[in-house]
């Protein structure tokens, strides 16, 4: 199936760095999302994105989503030690019952101290 | 916020048998679920789309015999691996979506199934 394009595809970082990531496509999304995965566990939603340009904070976290709707990324600022997991981004096309998610390459976060 | 759990979490058996793992909506209820399939250190695969009541849409390449999947209500869903094989192994992880298109999808804990 398609997947969107995470860079960087890994990364370490001191405790303390701010981190960015990035997720393309070819395609044109309607919504971008991005989760947080630890390991042995399923996703957690962390920003939701719905218009294009928007920009959106979650505490240390801020996700844009792109002007031309094919990208989106990610910063996390101050990062902490428990900022380790691996990170995906989802895009979703349109609308409708049968709208499905279509999810990154992942960049996987590992915060050395 | 919305949780959905899955059950159990991890399940080891023989090559073979079949498995049925449980999907819940514990908060809310959900038109849609959804199946996906992670294998180590890859992104998450959707596998199949379910909407109560319906029989689910899958993925292209994703066997409907062998990965059947049952959403009796708005807040259960199944997927039975039938005649497990060693390649099925993987981590199942389940969403529920409580409304049409552009709503959030939650995710369950996931599933570690290890066919031997």
């Known amino acids: 199936g398609q997947q969107l394009n995470q860079s960087p595809q890994s990364m370490f970082i001191q405790e303390g760095e701010d981190v960015s990531m990035n997720c393309t496509s070819s395609s044109i999304f309607n919504t971008w999302l991005w989760y947080k995965q630890d390991p042995g566990e399923g996703p957690v939603l962390l920003i939701a994105l719905y218009k294009a340009g928007e920009l959106t904070s979650n505490g240390r976290l801020t996700a844009q989503f792109g002007i031309t709707r094919k990208d989106s990324f990610l910063n996390i600022s101050a990062s902490i030690p428990s900022d380790v997991g691996i990170y995906f981004c989802a895009g979703q096309p349109q609308g409708g019952t049968a709208s499905k998610l279509t999810f990154g390459t992942g960049t996987r976060l590992q915060v050395t101290l | 916020g919305a949780v959905v759990s899955q059950h159990p979490s991890r399940v080891i058996c023989k090559s073979g048998t079949s498995v049925k793992i449980e999907c819940r909506s514990l908060d809310f209820q959900a038109t849609t679920m959804f199946w996906y399939r992670q294998f180590p250190k890859q992104s998450l695969m959707l596998m199949a789309t379910s909407n109560e009541g319906s029989k689910a849409t899958y993925e292209q390449g994703v066997e409907k015999d062998k990965f059947l999947i049952n959403h009796a209500s708005l807040t259960l869903s199944t997927l039975t691996v039938t005649s497990a094989h060693p390649e099925d192994s993987s981590f199942y992880i389940c969403?529920?979506?409580?409304?049409?298109?552009?709503?959030?999808?939650?995710f369950g804990p996931g599933t570690r199934l290890l066919v031997l």
């Open positions: 969403s529920a979506r409580a409304g049409t298109g552009m709503s959030t999808q939650y």
